[in-house]
């Protein structure tokens, strides 16, 4: 059994920071991708940050330049700086990771449960 658990969200005034972490536990053989997406009610979710095992990234336009995810894979975690936040970035972000949970099996995605950001104007 595989958890993602997401922590370090909440209000922030525009123009703040905020680090958020998601920390993957329990059967993991290996773990390729690993990203942040974003989704806001009427809304599709939507991809926000990438990044591999070997450390590549890739983000999306409207976060080029203020996001930066990072990894750290002796504890299996993500992060994501979020930083000059816009009112627009207000979401609930989820983490996944594609991960192996045997050598016998093919990657599977899994999902945190999502954390609340909120940026005032």
């Known amino acids: 059994q595989v958890q993602l658990v997401e922590s370090g969200g909440g209000l922030v005034q525009a123009g703040g920071s905020l680090r958020l972490s998601c920390a993957a536990s329990g059967s993991i053989f290996s773990i390729n991708a690993m990203g942040w997406y974003r989704q806001v009610p009427g809304k599709q979710r939507e991809l926000v940050a990438v990044i591999t095992s070997g450390g590549s990234t890739g983000y999306a336009d409207s976060v080029k330049g203020r996001f930066t995810i990072s990894r750290d894979n002796t504890k299996n975690t993500v992060y994501l700086q979020m930083n000059s936040l816009k009112p627009e970035d207000t979401a609930v972000y989820f983490c996944?990771?594609?991960?192996?949970?045997?050598?016998?099996?093919?990657?599977?995605?899994?999902w945190g449960q999502g954390t609340q950001v909120t940026v005032s104007s």
């Open positions: 996944n990771a594609d991960l192996y949970t045997s050598t016998y099996s093919g990657p599977s995605r899994y």
